[in-house]
């Protein structure tokens, strides 16, 4: 290993230690009831338990590596804007405390913890963690992808008819006439069928261990996908942006897939 992928185990080891712990507090504050609110409308909610465990891994990351900047969505959304442009040289952790809020209210068992780590602007490791099912996804840039530590790799589907894919909307994406629902129009009756699971993170994982095809998502922010898109190429994946570009943080829109599907997957929904 040379220096660079050596410091990246380090920070990936210390990210999967943090998150572990910081799922055990999460279950522990779960057997209180939960207070939520509405961010933006009754779609975009926060709980308290979204912005305790975010201030716990900050604090956990800030002690560790002082020097190292950290983007996450709930301090984010306070206004405090730690933008990825502002502040992408070097070493930063990206943070979804919470990802899958609504799932984690209606106590429906599909929501994750997710850090990304990257350096220069560039995702180079992460890890996503379920800590109701304790399935915890990671991977290190040339390293491979794992799903508790067994290697995992994308599907072989090679048509979009025999493909499985996942979506979701938006808070401010129902109109009949918007963008996702002309996508789910397109898909429903080309695909095997389509999902709205409800974690951008873990839908990437699933799509890297083999489970669904693809993945199709406007309006996510880095923190919904730093860590599932580097697992996602670890294990074989392909993440591109609508217009078939390679995926970078901060776009707006994104299409992950086995790498077979891609260029289908994109065409169809163009
Ligand atoms: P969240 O639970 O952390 O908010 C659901 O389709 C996926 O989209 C989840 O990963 C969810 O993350 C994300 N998402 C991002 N912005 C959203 C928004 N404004 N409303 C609903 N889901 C949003
Ligand atoms: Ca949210
Ligand atoms: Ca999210
Ligand atoms: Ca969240």
Known sequence: MNQIDETVHTLLHSAITHVKNAGELLIDLMRKPIDMKEKINQSDLVT???????????????????????????????GNKGGLSQSSEGYGWI???????????????????????????FPVCGVVYNPLTKDLYSAQINGGAFLNGERIQVGSEKEISESLLATGFPAYDWKSNSDGMKHMETIVGKARSIRIIGAASLDLCMVAAGKLTGFFHDGLHPWDVAAGIIILKEAGGTVTNREGNAFRLGDHTLVASNTRIQEALVSLLN
């Open 95 to 121: 943070i979804d405390p919470i990802d899958g809020t609504t799932n984690f209210i209606h106590r429906i068992p599909y929501f994750a913890i997710s850090v990304g780590i990257v350096k220069d602007g």
């Open 48 to 78: 308290e338990v979204d912005v305790i465990i975010e201030e716990y891994l900050c604090g956990l990351i800030r002690e560790d590596y002082p020097d190292h900047w950290i983007l996450s969505e709930e301090d984010n959304a306070q």
